[in-house]
C-alpha cells in the first residue's frame, strides 16, 4: 500500500519562501516517478515539478528558476522548496507517484502518469 503525506504548507507574504515534504512509504519500484502538482477550485490539476529515478527533472514554465525539487531516497522524502512566491502560486499542492516516466510528459499529463496521492497541502500567498 503506497501511502503519501505532505507537510509544510501554509500561508507567507509575497516574495517569501515555503518547503513542501512529502513522506512516501510502501513504494518499491525501482524505477518511477515522483512530482508535485497544484489545483485551485478555478483550474485542474496542474504539473509543478517532477524527478525519475534517473535524477531527471522537470519544471512547469510558471515555476523554473523558482521552485526545486528534490529527493532523499534514504529518509523515503520529496521535498518541493519555494521561493519568490506569487499570489498565482496559491493552491492546494500534492504529493504523487507513478511508475518509470518521462517527467515533462508527467508535468504535462499528471492524471495519465501519477498512480498514487496524497491529500494536500496548502498554500496561499498574501498580497
Known amino acids: 500500500q503506497v501511502h503519501l503525506v505532505e507537510s509544510g504548507g501554509g500561508s507567507v507574504q509575497v516574495g517569501g519562501s515555503l518547503r513542501l515534504s512529502c513522506a512516501a512509504s510502501g513504494y518499491t519500484y525501482s524505477s518511477y516517478c515522483l512530482g508535485w502538482f497544484r489545483q485551485t477550485p478555478e483550474k485542474e490539476r496542474e504539473g509543478v515539478a517532477v524527478v525519475n529515478s534517473d535524477g531527471m527533472t522537470s519544471y512547469a514554465d510558471s515555476v523554473k528558476g523558482r521552485f526545486t525539487i528534490s529527493q532523499d531516497n534514504t529518509e523515503n522524502t520529496l521535498d518541493l522548496q519555494m521561493n519568490n512566491l506569487t499570489p498565482e502560486d496559491t493552491a492546494m499542492y500534492y504529493c504523487?507517484?507513478?511508475?518509470?516516466?518521462?517527467?515533462?510528459?508527467?508535468?504535462?499529463?499528471?492524471?495519465?502518469?501519477?498512480?498514487?496521492w496524497g491529500k494536500g497541502t496548502q498554500v496561499t500567498i498574501a498580497s
Open positions: 504523487a507517484a507513478g511508475g518509470d516516466c518521462n517527467p515533462g510528459y508527467a508535468v504535462a499529463f499528471p492524471t495519465y502518469t501519477m498512480n498514487y
